[in-house]
């Protein structure tokens, strides 16, 4: 119990004396993950809405695809990513392995499924009728879309929170797409797996206290924008 | 499209920001999570146009890794397994850079009763006679593959509920063998890192068995062209020379009172 308090204690004292390595560890954390889970977005949203919203031979098995895929295991992406780029593989001309960039990659392909799934549910779960109004009222496909997904955005901003928690607190794809390499690819998460191997608990509680801070942050301040959008209920008269 | 694009390139020139060369060093998690890795690659980055990619992972993984060329050099500590890639002309240049020893360590009520016996095998022996717990690393790294030839000479071939195959790192390993109240072979400077978190004590040293012996190996590029020749030989040149093996000699000293591993490339200048 003593070394929770003392991994809390060391959390804080990293904080404030702003250790340089836990802040570069930190903010390639907030980086990869954070891009990762931008690009998800911006490639997870338009499939979603497509899935949700037309109908074509093979949607059904794409949708059941992406549902697998919510909870596609971070090691699996890792070994077939660490595969693909190998430098004598069919990506290695890019020597893209142990760098950023591979865990970026990594990590959209695990955040996509997440953020395409919640999409197609947060659409489906819309009434109906909007869709018939929206035709109705002459709105054409992309107008409608735009809409819907203004409709949507209370659940789809719980679908960023899923893809950025998903990609932040993975272990098993960056360690091995990336290396865990000191200065280049060690994240917060690989920090901690580290730091718990050479015995150094404490400092692996610190770093598992920082990521907890990093998480509840970023969670907090996407779950201010999504409940200034709610509106609460209006009393019944 | 657009964006994704400029993302990637944005994320690649966050990560990018030295111009160096990069040098893919596969080798054992006991050089890194001992630290000695941390003193030694930025000597040897400072001094050249290297940059060092440490890959660290079981001896067995680091050697296939190589064999694969996808590493340039390795730093590992399995002579057998090594000859065998060496054999197959996966690396060349083999030459030994620094040994430390290993231990075999238990609880202290020692249930097997091999304190003080002097030959491994022996000890070996009389722990699965007695189906005393022995946890191991089964991941086919430098530690699991002297304990499996250690098994093979004792004649013994280790099943049962007694012998526990964990599937991870050094610390780990002791770790579970300490909850366990178990057996365990350890390299010393893993050991020596984890000896006031374990109720483990040494139990039988010093047989020449369990001498460890660390040696670096170039991959061979003529398989791969991609290999980068020039940047393997330049850390593989630094590792052996007098001023890393003055850093492996000091290494330890002032934390532990004693250093963690030996220099080994001197020693054979000495002898020519």
């Given at each position: 119990m003593d070394l929770i308090w003392q991994g809390i204690y060391k959390a804080f004292y990293l904080l404030i004396t702003g250790d340089p390595e836990v802040l570069h560890i930190t903010q390639l954390s907030l980086c990869v993950s954070g891009s990762a889970t931008l690009i998800a977005l911006l490639l997870g949203i338009p499939a979603g809405v497509v899935l949700a919203l037309s109908q074509f031979p093979g949607r059904n098995i794409l949708i059941s695809v992406i549902n697998t895929g919510m909870g596609l295991p971070p090691v699996v992406v890792g070994l077939l990513v660490t595969v693909m780029l190998w430098r004598n593989s069919l990506l290695g001309f890019f020597e893209l392995l142990y760098t950023p960039v591979a865990m970026v990659l990594a990590q959209v392909i695990i955040a996509f499924p997440i953020v395409a799934g919640l999409t197609i549910a947060a659409l489906q779960a819309l009434n109906p009728n909007l869709k018939l109004q929206l035709v109705g009222l002459g709105a054409s496909r992309f107008q409608m879309a735009l809409c819907l997904i203004r409709e949507a955005r209370l659940t789809l901003l719980a679908a960023v929170m899923a893809g950025f928690g998903g990609v932040i607190s993975e272990v098993g794809a960056v360690l091995m797409v990336g290396g865990n390499i000191k200065g280049q690819t060690r994240v917060l998460t690989t920090a901690t797996v580290l730091e718990t191997r050479m015995g150094n608990f404490d400092v692996a509680i610190a770093l598992s206290v920082l990521l907890l801070l990093l998480t509840f942050i970023v969670n907090f301040v996407l779950t201010r924008i999504q409940q200034r959008e709610h509106v609460a209920w209006p009393l019944l008269k | 499209?657009?964006?994704?694009?400029?993302?990637?390139?944005?994320?690649?020139?966050?990560?990018?920001?030295?111009?160096?060369?990069?040098?893919?060093?596969?080798?054992?998690?006991?050089?890194?999570?001992?630290?000695?890795?941390?003193?030694?690659?930025?000597?040897?980055?400072?001094?050249?146009?290297?940059?060092?990619?440490?890959?660290?992972?079981?001896?067995?993984?680091?050697?296939?890794?190589?064999?694969?060329?996808?590493?340039?050099v390795v730093l590992v500590h399995a002579p057998d397994l090594e000859m065998q890639y060496v054999a197959k002309g996966a690396f060349s240049n083999r030459r030994p850079v620094m040994h430390n020893d290993f231990l075999l360590v238990g609880p202290a009520e020692?249930?097997?009763?091999?304190?003080?016996?002097?030959?491994?095998?022996?000890?070996?022996?009389?722990?699965?006679?007695?189906?005393?717990?022995?946890?191991?690393?089964?991941?086919?790294?430098?530690?699991?593959?002297?304990?499996?030839?250690?098994?093979?000479?004792?004649?013994?071939?280790?099943?049962?509920?007694?012998?526990?195959?964990?599937?991870?790192?050094?610390?780990?390993?002791?770790?579970?063998?300490?909850?366990?109240?178990?057996?365990?072979?350890?390299?010393?400077?893993?050991?020596?890192?984890?000896?006031?978190?374990?109720?483990?004590?040494?139990?039988?040293?010093?047989?020449?068995?369990?001498?460890?012996?660390?040696?670096?190996?170039?991959?061979?590029?003529?398989?791969?062209?991609?290999?980068?020749?020039?940047?393997?030989?330049?850390?593989?040149?630094?590792?052996?020379?007098?001023?890393?093996?003055?850093?492996?000699?000091?290494?330890?000293?002032?934390?532990?009172?004693?250093?963690?591993?030996?220099?080994?490339?001197?020693?054979?200048?000495?002898?020519?």
């Amino acid at each position: 119990m003593d070394l929770i308090w003392q991994g809390i204690y060391k959390a804080f004292y990293l904080l404030i004396t702003g250790d340089p390595e836990v802040l570069h560890i930190t903010q390639l954390s907030l980086c990869v993950s954070g891009s990762a889970t931008l690009i998800a977005l911006l490639l997870g949203i338009p499939a979603g809405v497509v899935l949700a919203l037309s109908q074509f031979p093979g949607r059904n098995i794409l949708i059941s695809v992406i549902n697998t895929g919510m909870g596609l295991p971070p090691v699996v992406v890792g070994l077939l990513v660490t595969v693909m780029l190998w430098r004598n593989s069919l990506l290695g001309f890019f020597e893209l392995l142990y760098t950023p960039v591979a865990m970026v990659l990594a990590q959209v392909i695990i955040a996509f499924p997440i953020v395409a799934g919640l999409t197609i549910a947060a659409l489906q779960a819309l009434n109906p009728n909007l869709k018939l109004q929206l035709v109705g009222l002459g709105a054409s496909r992309f107008q409608m879309a735009l809409c819907l997904i203004r409709e949507a955005r209370l659940t789809l901003l719980a679908a960023v929170m899923a893809g950025f928690g998903g990609v932040i607190s993975e272990v098993g794809a960056v360690l091995m797409v990336g290396g865990n390499i000191k200065g280049q690819t060690r994240v917060l998460t690989t920090a901690t797996v580290l730091e718990t191997r050479m015995g150094n608990f404490d400092v692996a509680i610190a770093l598992s206290v920082l990521l907890l801070l990093l998480t509840f942050i970023v969670n907090f301040v996407l779950t201010r924008i999504q409940q200034r959008e709610h509106v609460a209920w209006p009393l019944l008269k | 499209m657009k964006y994704f694009l400029s993302l990637m390139i944005l994320a690649g020139l966050w990560g990018c920001g030295s111009k160096k060369i990069d040098v893919i060093l596969a080798t054992t998690t006991s050089t890194q999570d001992s630290g000695l890795l941390d003193v030694l690659v930025p000597a040897f980055e400072q001094q050249t146009e290297y940059r060092i990619k440490t890959i660290a992972v079981g001896t067995g993984q680091a050697l296939e890794t190589g064999a694969r060329g996808e590493a340039d050099v390795v730093l590992v500590h399995a002579p057998d397994l090594e000859m065998q890639y060496v054999a197959k002309g996966a690396f060349s240049n083999r030459r030994p850079v620094m040994h430390n020893d290993f231990l075999l360590v238990g609880p202290a009520e020692d249930p097997a009763l091999i304190k003080g016996m002097t030959q491994a095998v022996g000890a070996f022996e009389k722990m699965a006679s007695s189906q005393a717990l022995f946890v191991s690393r089964g991941d086919r790294s430098g530690t699991h593959v002297l304990e499996k030839k250690l098994w093979k000479m004792a004649q013994i071939d280790p099943t049962g509920p007694w012998y526990l195959e964990v599937g991870q790192g050094m610390g780990e390993t002791l770790m579970v063998g300490s909850e366990k109240r178990a057996y365990v072979l350890t390299d010393r400077a893993t050991y020596l890192a984890f000896q006031d978190k374990i109720h483990l004590i040494p139990l039988i040293e010093g047989d020449v068995l369990l001498r460890n012996n660390y040696h670096v190996m170039e991959v061979n590029f003529e398989n791969f062209p991609r290999v980068n020749r020039h940047g393997a030989r330049a850390f593989s040149d630094f590792i052996v020379s007098p001023q890393a093996q003055a850093i492996i000699a000091a290494f330890g000293k002032d934390k532990f009172g004693s250093p963690l591993f030996y220099p080994d490339a001197e020693n054979e200048q000495l002898k020519k």
